[in-house]
């Protein structure tokens, strides 16, 4: 019967009642298999070892979602009301007959009534801001 093979420890357990742990109340839990995954490998056990091999273990991690630029939104009309400062500041260029718009961290919001021709750039435009500069003639540039 005996083909030199020993059984394991778990199949020589069954059938006994505390499968070799010696009281019931001893083997409830899992602190007595010594936790969970890779519980106990923290702050006394494989610290350094896991840390050089696994620097991420340690520590919440967001995935997939996307990272947030910082985006200033800007309203069409309230551009237009403060157009001299803007171009005071460098944002505004003027070539030839038409203004060179550059405000690249910002979304264009809103309607208005454009009186001369525009090339904004900027991160988005909404679809009023679109139609405004371009019935003015003027020409939009998004930049992502």
Partial sequence: MNDGKKRKKVSRHRGTHTHGRGA???ARGSGHRGGVGKAGTGKRADQKKLLQKNKKYFGKRISG????KNIEVIN???FLEDFEKYEKNGFVKKNKDIYEVDLKNFKIIGSADIKFKMKIS???FTR???KS?????GEIIEKK
């Fill in 24 to 26: 019931k109340k001893k």
């Fill in 65 to 68: 979602k996307p990272i947030k």
């Fill in 76 to 78: 069409l009309n309230r």
């Fill in 133 to 137: 500069i371009e019935d003015a003639g």
């Fill in 122 to 124: 900027a991160i988005s």
């Fill in 128 to 130: 009023g801001s679109k």
